[in-house]
């Protein structure tokens, strides 16, 4: 079965573009997360939604950062202006809800140059 | 300031002999975590987990052990096989605290070597 996928996988951006990554879900999930992976780190938290509610967007690390989940499935990431230190991996998960097991994407590696 | 802690950023051990890897967390609002593996170019995939009203869960070849007093868990896999080298992240949430949030630490990389 489809798991969960992101695109693009990979994304160079000059500083200062705007960029958008997105995040499919496996279909019938009701939880969805993003984290930022940098080098030799762990995924940090971003945001979370539920369907499509936005329940909790303390890890955004500025108002740069903007989520979405229209209609509670696919998702998208958008960074505004971007800078140097928002080069990392992104990674989306999802899962059914509550404790259930999440399940990432691949991620996508962004470079700003 | 890392709430979640995986000191040891490597480990090798021989094929067929026990890996054991460590986690430390420092909030007591913790209790209920996990351990993930990871693959270059892959997203993590969840290995096992453990609530707080447990000591010791069990899959497989993959034991986790908790102990709540010393904030402290590892994960415990053997036999150790060489499809097991990759990095391995602990993960904690607080599901009474309101948050959504897992905190991840920050990997160990296992070598097992054939």
């Known amino acids: 079965g489809a798991g969960v996928s992101q695109s693009p996988r990979y994304k160079v951006a000059k500083r200062g573009q705007d960029v958008a990554l997105r995040c499919d879900p496996i279909s019938g999930h009701v939880s969805l997360f993003w984290y930022q992976q940098a080098l030799g780190q762990g995924p940090e938290f971003l945001t979370y939604?539920?369907?499509?509610?936005?329940?909790?967007k303390s890890g955004l690390p500025s108002d740069r950062f903007f989520a979405e989940r229209p209609e509670g499935s696919v998702s998208t990431l958008k960074i505004q202006r971007t800078q140097q230190e928002d080069s990392a991996v992104y990674l989306c998960?999802?899962?059914?809800?509550?404790?259930?097991?999440?399940?990432f994407g691949p991620g996508t590696r962004l470079t700003v140059t | 300031d890392q709430q979640v802690k995986q000191n040891s950023p490597s480990l090798s051990v021989q094929e067929g002999r026990i890996s054991i890897l460590n986690c430390d967390y420092t909030n007591s609002m913790f209790d209920y975590f996990l351990w993930y593996k990871k693959y270059p170019a892959e997203g993590p995939t969840f290995l096992i987990s453990i609530s707080s009203i447990k000591d010791k869960n069990e899959d497989g070849r993959f034991t986790v052990f908790l102990n709540k007093s010393a904030k402290h868990l590892s994960l415990h896999i053997v036999p150790s096989q060489p499809g097991d080298s990759a990095v391995y992240f602990c993960a904690a949430k607080g599901t009474t605290s309101g948050t959504y949030k897992y905190i991840f630490g920050t990997g160990t990389r296992l070598k097992v070597l054939a």
């Open positions: 939604f539920q369907n499509e509610a936005q329940l909790d």
């Open positions: 998960a999802s899962s059914l809800g509550g404790l259930r097991e999440q399940y």
